[in-house]
């Protein structure tokens, strides 16, 4: 069973930043949290992972409570291609532990 | 670097024949993992492969079975196919450095119908 709950949506207007919300209380010491999307009919694609600092890339920022029960992915301009379901996993950076996908955050990003 | 492919992208199959997917991961990923994605059970994990060794199975019945070759390239197959085999099946590579696990990267998928 996914260990994170997400909203099942969200809305938010292109050009604004989305700010997606996941829920973690049960992490352990050893779990990262993996964020990925999924656009209709493709394949999952990763977007950022992280431990208990703050984290940046090309594509999002995750910010992970200091307690690490929550995090929020930043998109920070959103457009209409960033339309996509969001899933928040956590799991060991180490060893053979599958991704284990719960429904996610639909995020329509809206003209 | 190309990424994940997998073949056939599209198949349609009869209840109790009998399907082989490929997946060729990304250049210098060793491990394949595959998933089953339903539109009400989600996302689910079928097996995963490192060099040519099962190391994680999901909670699937024998029907479901792969093997991963020594250029890292997987198949999976299923054997008397039920309608409720209909999915997307998805393949996903990562780097397996030590005992670390990098991030997963997926294929497109491959859309299987049983009629």
């Known amino acids: 069973d996914a260990k994170t709950t997400q909203p099942p949506s969200m809305d938010c207007a292109e050009g604004r930043a989305a700010n997606l919300p996941c829920n973690h209380s049960?992490?352990?010491?050893?779990?990262?949290v993996y964020w990925y999307r999924q656009i209709h009919s493709q394949g999952p694609q990763y977007i950022i992972h992280?431990?208990?600092n703050n984290e940046t890339n090309e594509m999002a920022s995750l910010i992970i409570t200091e307690d690490r029960k929550s995090s929020t992915l930043i998109l920070p301009h959103a457009t209409l291609r960033d339309t996509a379901v969001y899933y928040c996993?956590?799991?060991?950076?180490?060893?053979?532990?599958?991704?284990?996908f719960g429904k996610g955050t639909r995020l329509s990003v809206i003209a | 670097k190309a990424g994940v492919t997998q073949t056939p992208r599209y198949l349609i199959k009869t209840r109790g024949q009998q399907v082989t997917l490929s997946c060729s991961p990304i250049?210098?990923?060793?491990?394949v993992s595959w998933y089953q994605q339903t539109p009400g059970q989600g996302l689910q994990f079928l097996f995963e492969?490192?060099?040519?060794?099962?190391?994680n199975k999901g909670n699937f019945p024998g029907r479901f079975s792969g093997r991963q070759f020594s250029n890292s390239r997987s198949e999976m197959n299923v054997s008397t196919l039920e309608l409720g085999d209909s999915a997307l099946y998805l393949c996903?590579?990562?780097?397996?450095?030590?005992?670390?696990?990098?991030?997963?990267?997926f294929g497109p998928g491959t859309r299987l119908t049983v009629t």
């Open positions: 492969y490192f060099s040519e060794t099962q190391r």
């Open positions: 250049s210098g990923h060793r491990s």
């Open positions: 049960t992490i352990s010491g050893n779990e990262y």
């Open positions: 996903a590579s990562s780097v397996l450095s030590g005992r670390t696990l990098y991030e997963q990267y």
């Open positions: 992280g431990l208990k």
């Open positions: 996993i956590v799991r060991p950076h180490s060893g053979n532990t599958p991704l284990v």
